[in-house]
């Protein structure tokens, strides 16, 4: 009984989320209470999960039994290693501090709360069932089911039309990733006979390396999907429509990076044989691609989430990058630091937009380093541990890729080191332009300090932010089988990316000042337009994809309703059988002569038939 | 001789007969339909005395032209029926009726002059017999040489009213003596011992005519 | 004597006849004498068949039983025959089988 603790964490936010919705969606404070408390509960369940409360193996349950002999049955079981326990501390962790943000954050909203909370304690289920899930049929049903918290949560205040339509966009999106990963579970059972992780290891080596490179690719395909690379990513910066707290938690910190997870769990299951050149070259230049785009585009939004949005697609695309370069333990590393300083970021955001009245644009705001000083400082502390000053997390992490990057292909380092120059040049871009400088909008000059709710949960990430990726903590905490953090050396990865920060930060002060300017200067120019258009993908997708398939493909389908369907087999049918009755209506004529002539036609033939051919036959 | 006459007198009845079938359905009067209807069946009776058929000749005579015709010309004198309309759109059907009717006859003139003896060939319809195995081949050829009946070609053989009185149960003088064919008396003695249950049942279905008709005949209510 | 042949012939004309008659007339009780006189040349067929057929002189009166038959039943149709075309005279003020076309509107 007590070794099945673990299915604690994923049940409690379930029925939290059935009571919350069934229950209490009249009165919103007790769900929120309801779901912060089990998302409290569930964290410190973990944490004394992995402070030596293990409680052995937990059971697994037969979901699909097999009738015949030789078919695998689905099971439905955990896994409880530190991969598995520790990714449930961050997720937990930071689902927690989100929960508690969420209270002061969402206070004056006067949208459906409970809604909210419920979609959140699913949100915890189901990303509890993909870090726990002992097989890929489990990891695809939390897969599916993040999916659709997150087309919750994003459309949480859905009579907005951006809302609405960004849920829509990001579900769909997902879509044609899932689609992928569907496949690749499937190629999974046919090539290595089970979906179950446990039993996959070492049977990767009598494989036809082109099966593997196909299996890979199409799991790939989900974390794609997920983990918004490139060219499905363009759902996340649209999903910043949601509710900062889920933009945190969803969107930056954890769902996101259950793509990355996944191929790791992957990776450590199968065994890096099973990674075939081929497909670790295509995952890690999709993840070198979609950091270096992202980056680009992070440069020119105006919005502070959209900001954040882009260098949240630019370190995952680092992470998958790792992946791909078979260093998934600095992979876990990144995503670890990551997850950490990104809801901090994030948080910190969504305290400044609150205080701003609402207001996300940087260009309106200026200066409020002087009026919310504690925010601030957090923020800047998650802006340090992303642009990887010494000291701060993200260096660490960021320095071990590099340094994984370097030992296995060059390349990929320089388009690495090229990227945290990008990106230390848009992080200080954000500051300066928001925090110095005087208020350029109302909104701006009144803001004042956050309450403590927010503060709180933000004070405790800017100390992870800080401290989480030193040695003696990141040993523990990482998620990721017997890591240990490699300590700090000089080489040529650290002259590169000091080079990288130092070339990002001046460029920055060089062009933005002090905060003493209202307006882009690098604004107007073709290059910067098209940054700013997201470099037309977007537009792309719309205008030719959807545009083409709404267009053409409904003219296609137009063309097989209007005159296969309704004109050949309906009206056709109709038209034939109508025909047919009226030439029977014309025989039917009432007209007795005419059925006696019949009847003598038929005599006649009837008396010839018999008289005068039958004999011959 | 008389064998003679009475195959001249059956062509001029058939011939009559033939005649006033026309009149039926060419006079436009049913009135006049009816009296040549009388007058076909009365000629038919006729051709049924020729054939030595007696009881059915007066049955034709009472039941078809007495009774029938008689219903027939009640109910166009009661509904005051009046003479067709010369219907011009009609032509074509009349022609094809006609046309019909035309092989229709011929049909029945092919297989009665191919009946066996006839003209050369033979009736199909014993070549069907024998086909499916209903008679041996050759057998009506057989049955016509040992049981002395004729061949259909030939004239139909004669009556003989000694043969009948001796059916009939006589003995061997009175049969001799016999002189006139006990038709109804024959007809008869079939009619009730090998058909009695079958007459019977006829009688039924008389009768559920009988109340068919009433039924039918009474006025509808109202209600 | 006559040969079966030429009453089978006259038998078949007669009924040829009946049945043009069926078709061409438009007056139901013509159209109905015209059918008794096909029954009728059956008959005659029937007969002559019951003559030719004969053993030892005397005929197959199998032959004319069932033409007594046929006539009963000729007698009992004409009874209903009649009864219908009353009644439908009665409804239709008409004994012309165009007046019988309710069916197709």
Redo the contacts between chains.
């Keep these: 009984m007590i070794q099945n603790l673990p299915w604690l964490f994923l049940l409690l936010p379930l029925v939290v989320a059935a009571i919350d919705w069934l229950c209490f969606s009249k009165c919103p404070r007790t769900a929120a209470g309801l779901s912060t408390l089990s998302a409290i509960a569930t964290f410190a369940l973990c944490v004394a999960y992995l402070n030596g409360w293990q409680t052995g193996t937990p059971d697994i349950y037969t979901w699909l039994p097999t009738a015949t002999e030789g078919m695998t049955s689905l099971s439905m079981g955990l896994v409880t290693d530190a991969l598995a326990m520790r990714m449930m501390l961050v997720v937990t962790g930071i689902g927690a501090l989100v929960h508690i943000f969420s209270l002061g954050y969402m206070k004056g909203d006067s949208s459906n709360l409970s809604r909210y909370f419920a979609g959140l304690s699913i949100f915890m289920f189901s990303m509890s069932t993909i870090v726990l899930a002992d097989n890929l049929a489990m990891t695809f049903i939390g897969w599916e089911m993040v999916g659709f918290s997150s087309y919750l949560l994003i459309g949480h205040w859905f009579h907005k039309d951006s809302a609405a339509d960004a849920a829509k966009k990001a579900f769909i999106t997902n879509r044609v990733g899932d689609f992928g990963f569907l496949i690749g579970i499937l190629l999974t059972l046919a090539v290595f006979g089970t979906i179950t992780f446990a039993e996959m290891g070492g049977k990767a080596a009598g494989i036809a390396p082109a099966l593997l490179t196909a299996t890979v690719i199409c799991l790939f395909c989900g974390a794609v999907g997920k983990s918004a690379q490139f060219p499905l990513h363009v759902w996340l910066p649209d999903a910043m429509e949601g509710p900062t707290p889920v933009s945190a938690l969803i969107h930056a910190a954890t769902m996101v990076a259950a793509g990355v997870y996944m191929l790791v769990r992957l990776q450590v299951s199968m065994g890096t044989e099973a990674f075939t050149e081929t497909a670790c070259i295509t995952i890690a230049s999709v993840g070198a691609i979609t950091a270096v785009l992202a980056a680009l585009m992070a440069m020119q939004q105006d919005d502070i989430k959209r900001v954040l949005a882009y260098s949240t697609l630019s370190q995952l695309g680092y992470m998958v990058m790792a992946v791909g370069l078979l260093a998934g333990e600095a992979a876990m590393f990144h995503l670890y630091t990551h997850a950490w300083f990104k809801a901090l970021l994030f948080l910190g955001a969504g305290a400044i937009i609150v205080c701003c009245h609402h207001e996300q644009d940087i260009w309106k705001m200026g200066g409020l380093a002087k009026l919310m000083p504690l925010t601030v400082l957090c923020f800047l502390m998650g802006t340090f541990a992303l642009i990887a000053i010494p000291g701060f997390s993200g260096f660490f992490s960021k320095e071990a890729i590099l340094h994984a990057a370097l030992e296995t292909c060059p390349v990929f380092f320089w388009i690495g080191a090229g990227v945290a120059a990008l990106t230390t040049f848009y992080m200080t871009r954000l500051c300066l332009v928001a925090f110095c400088g005087q208020a350029r909008d109302h909104g701006a000059a009144e803001a004042k300090e956050a309450g403590p709710t927010m503060l709180l949960p933000l004070l405790a990430l800017g100390v992870m932010a800080i401290i989480s990726g030193y040695g003696f903590i990141a040993d523990f905490l990482v998620p990721y089988t017997g890591f240990e953090a490699h300590g700090f050396e000089l080489g040529l990865p650290f002259y590169v990316s000091m080079g990288s920060l130092a070339l990002g930060i001046i460029a920055a002060l060089l062009v933005y000042g002090c905060g003493k300017r209202t307006t882009d200067p690098l604004a107007g120019n073709c290059l910067s337009t098209a940054l700013r258009k997201r470099l037309y993908i977007d537009t792309i997708y719309d205008k030719g994809l959807i545009g083409g398939i709404q267009e053409y493909g409904a003219q296609i389908i137009e063309f097989a309703d209007a005159a296969l369907i309704r004109g050949v087999i309906v009206q056709g049918f109709a038209w034939l059988t109508a025909k047919f009755g009226m030439l029977l209506s014309w025989i039917q004529n009432g007209s007795l002569r005419g059925y006696a002539l019949v009847a003598g036609i038929g005599i006649v033939i009837f008396v010839f038939i018999l008289a005068f051919t039958i004999p011959t036959l | 001789m008389e064998?003679a006459i009475?195959?001249i007198l059956?062509?001029v009845f058939?011939a009559a007969?033939?005649l006033c079938?026309?009149g039926?359905?060419a006079f436009r009067n049913?009135v006049s339909?009816?009296m040549n209807?009388a007058l076909?069946?009365g000629f038919?009776a006729a051709?049924?005395f020729g054939?030595?058929?007696q009881?059915?000749g007066i049955?034709?005579l009472i039941?078809?032209a007495g009774?029938?015709l008689v219903?027939?010309l009640f109910?166009?004198m009661?509904?005051d029926?009046k003479a067709?309309e010369h219907?011009r759109k009609?032509f074509p059907?009349?022609c094809?009726?006609?046309i019909?009717?035309?092989?229709?006859?011929g049909?029945?003139?092919?297989?009665?002059?191919s009946?066996p003896g006839?003209t050369v060939g033979e009736c199909?319809?014993i070549?069907?017999c024998e086909?499916i195995g209903e008679l041996a081949p050759g057998t009506i050829a057989q049955k016509a040489e040992t049981?002395?009946?004729?061949p259909?070609?030939?004239?139909?053989?004669?009556?003989?009213?000694?043969?009948?009185a001796k059916?009939l149960g006589a003995d061997e003088a009175t049969a001799a003596a016999a002189t006139a064919f006990p038709d109804t008396k024959?007809?008869g003695?079939?009619?009730f011992t090998?058909?009695n249950i079958?007459?019977v049942i006829?009688s039924f279905?008389?009768l559920?005519?009988?109340v068919?008709?009433?039924?039918?005949?009474r006025?509808?209510r109202k209600d | 004597m006559t040969p079966l042949a030429h009453y089978l012939i006259f038998s078949g004309i007669l009924f040829s006849i009946g049945l043009a008659g069926v078709i061409i007339r438009k007056n139901i009780i013509v159209v109905f004498m015209c059918l008794e006189m096909m029954l009728s040349a059956a008959n005659i067929s029937l007969v002559a068949f019951s003559r030719a057929q004969g053993v030892n002189g005397i005929p197959m009166y199998d032959a004319q039983v069932l033409a007594l038959f046929i006539v009963a039943i000729a007698a009992a149709e004409v009874a209903i025959g009649l009864a219908l075309i009353v009644a439908m005279f009665r409804a239709r003020k008409s004994v012309e089988s165009s007046a019988l076309n309710t069916l197709k509107d």
């Design positions: 064998s009475s195959s059956f062509y058939a007969a033939v079938a026309f039926v359905v049913p339909s009816a209807m076909c069946f038919t051709v049924y054939m030595g058929a009881f059915l049955v034709q039941v078809y009774a029938i219903l027939f109910i166009i009661m509904l029926i067709e219907a009609s059907l009349a094809i009726a006609v019909i009717a035309g092989i229709f006859a049909f029945v003139t092919k297989v009665a002059i009946l006839a199909p319809a070549v069907l086909s049981e002395g009946f004729a259909y070609g030939s004239a139909m053989p004669e009556l003989s009213p000694a043969a009948a059916a024959l007809l003695q079939s009619l090998k058909y079958p007459f006829l279905a008389l559920a005519g009988t068919g008709a009433v039924a039918l005949g006025k509808l």
